[in-house]
Nanobody
Framework: RVQLVESGGGSVQTGGSLRLSCAASGFTASSRCMGWFRQAPGKEREWVASIDSYADTTDYADSVKGRFTLSRDNAQNTMYLQMSGLKPEDTGMYYC???????????????????WGQGTQVTVSS
């Protein structure tokens, strides 16, 4: 059974850091396109970052570029999102997601992903 479980969310002040984890089971995360999304109350789900496992390349939304880093630990079958320089506008529920292929297809849209975690809340106060 495919499962994604996020953890690591919390409350921090502006400028703080958090590391989110996404533990995968039922499949090998390093063989899939994986992504991070976030959703603030009353807003649509927003793409944050993704990794194309075929090209082994990562991509980031402009709003987080230079502050967030996506990485993987293949031995742990886990994906991470290291977040630094956090801002209040980074507040939201963060989700990890997986496509069914190694190559990413439309990685910036939620519809491109088949599997989703339950989310972990990130709150940044000013």
């Amino acid at each position: 059974r495919v499962q994604l479980v996020e953890s690591g969310g919390g409350s921090v002040q502006t400028g703080g850091s958090l590391r989110l984890s996404c533990a995968a089971s039922g499949f090998t995360a390093s063989s899939r396109c994986m992504g991070w999304f976030r959703q603030a109350p009353g807003k649509e789900r927003e793409w944050v970052a993704s990794i194309d496992s075929y090209a082994d390349t990562t991509d980031y939304a402009d709003s987080v570029k230079g502050r967030f880093t996506l990485s993987r630990d293949n031995a742990q079958n886990t994906m991470y999102l290291q977040m630094s320089g956090l801002k209040p506008e980074d507040t939201g529920m963060y989700y990890c997601a997986s496509q069914v292929s190694a190559i990413c297809f439309t990685p910036t849209t939620p519809d491109g992903y088949t599997y989703w975690g339950q989310g972990t809340q990130v709150t940044v106060s000013s």
